[in-house]
C-alpha cells in the first residue's frame, strides 16, 4: 500500500472528526497528500495541520474542483464520507432533503465530476461510507436508514459499471462507531449500536485490508454479513426480529 499511495491525492469529505479523520490520518500515514475537507473550517484545519494535509471546508457537494486545484488538478482517490443522521419517522421534508443531499447527491455529484478524468486516464478509487444500515436498516432514524440504501446502491452501480475500466470502488458498512453521530443517536444508538461499537480508527484499517484484497463491501463489523444474508433468506423473520428491537426501544425511549 505505501508504493501505491505515495504522493496520490486524497479526498476525504466529513473528515474534521471521526471516520473521516481517521481515514485522513491513514492515508497520510502511507505517503498521500490529502485533501480534508469539513463544512467546519476549523476542524478541517486541525486536522490538516496534523496530517500535513490541505484544508478545503466547504459543502461536500462541491468540493471537487478546489480539491483539485489544491492537488495540482489530480484527485487519485475520493472518499465520500460525510453524512447526516437524523431521528424519527415522520414527514419532515427539511430532514429528508438534507439527508438525500448530503448521504446521496454528494456522491453522484463527486463522481459526474470526477469520472471523466478517472476514466480517460483509466484509473481512480471511489470509497464510499454507507453503513451496515444501508445493507440492513435502523430503528428510529427513517431519513438516515433509507438514504444510506441509496448510497450503497450508488456504489453498487459504480463499481459494476465501470470496474473493467480501471475505477476501483469500496463500500463501508459499519454499525456503531464511536463518533460524535453515534453520541446522537440516543436510545436507539444505545440499544443498537453502542454494545458492538468500534473506534473510527477500526473502520479505516478495514478498508486499508479491503482495499489490499480489492474487496468492494467493507465490513468493520463481521457479523454484519450474517446479517445481511439472513435479511436475503428470510425476509419476513428478519423483519419479525427487527420489530422486536422496536418494541424494546418504545418500552426504554
Known sequence: ??????????????????????????FAAEGARVVVNDLDAGRAKAVAEEVGGIAVAGDASSVVPDALDALGGTVDVYCANAGVAFGGDTLDENAWA??????????????????PGWLERGSGRFVSTVS?????????????????????AFAEYLSLTYRHRGIKVHAICPQGVRTDMLAATGT???????????????????????????????????????????????????????????????EVR
Open 1 to 26: 500500500m505505501v508504493g501505491a499511495l505515495q504522493d496520490a491525492g486524497v479526498v476525504v469529505t466529513g473528515a474534521g472528526g471521526g471516520i473521516g479523520a481517521a481515514l485522513a490520518r491513514r
Open 188 to 250: 436507539a444508538g444505545d440499544l443498537v449500536l453502542r454494545p458492538t461499537a468500534v473506534e473510527p480508527e477500526d473502520v479505516a484499517e478495514a478498508l486499508f485490508r479491503g482495499i489490499e484484497e480489492d474487496r468492494f463491501l467493507i465490513l468493520p463489523h463481521p457479523e454484519v454479513a450474517e446479517y445481511y444474508q439472513a435479511r436475503a433468506a428470510e425476509p419476513d423473520r428478519w423483519l419479525a426480529g427487527m420489530n422486536h428491537l422496536q418494541r424494546k426501544w418504545e
Open 98 to 115: 438534507a439527508s438525500w443531499d448530503v448521504n446521496v447527491m454528494a456522491h453522484v455529484r463527486a463522481a459526474h465530476a470526477l469520472l
Open 132 to 152: 451496515a444500515a444501508g445493507l440492513l436498516t435502523m430503528i428510529g432514524a427513517a431519513p438516515y436508514a433509507v438514504t444510506k440504501h441509496g448510497a450503497y
